[in-house]
């Protein structure tokens, strides 16, 4: 499988409110890339407060990641169109969406937790 793009999101420099979802919307870079995927972050923290704090100040909690689509990526095959799939990580954690065949407009909506 060609790699179509790479994204990285630094959430360590985000503030997040607990159970309040944080909409993303990162281009995708490389050589070939193009397109970009659209991801709803949700950190609930262990311990509720109502005050904003790093992911790197208190990672205790889970982070709820929603891939939700691509857009525009790039084609991988004669026909013009690819099978996205894609591979999220946080720290050693790794993920991995479903295939979407034929298509250069994903739609995953698949929750994945951290």
Do not use: C
């Not at 050589?31 to 208190?58: C, E, M, W």
């Not at 999220?88 to 298509?103: A, D, H, P």
């Amino acid at each position: 499988s060609d790699v179509l793009g790479s994204a990285s999101l630094p959430i360590s420099d985000y503030a997040f409110e607990s159970d309040k979802p944080l909409d993303m919307y990162l281009p995708l870079q490389g050589s070939k890339a193009r397109g970009h995927l659209q991801l709803r972050l949700t950190y609930r923290r262990a311990i509720p407060d109502n005050f904003l704090v790093t992911f790197a100040d208190n990672p205790m909690g889970v982070l709820s990641t929603l891939l939700v689509k691509g857009e525009k990526l790039m084609d991988r095959d004669l026909l013009g169109k690819s099978d996205p799939f894609m591979e999220l990580s946080v720290g050693n954690t790794k993920v991995k969406s479903s295939v979407k065949n034929g298509t250069l407009n994903p739609v995953w909506n698949e929750r994945f937790w951290f």
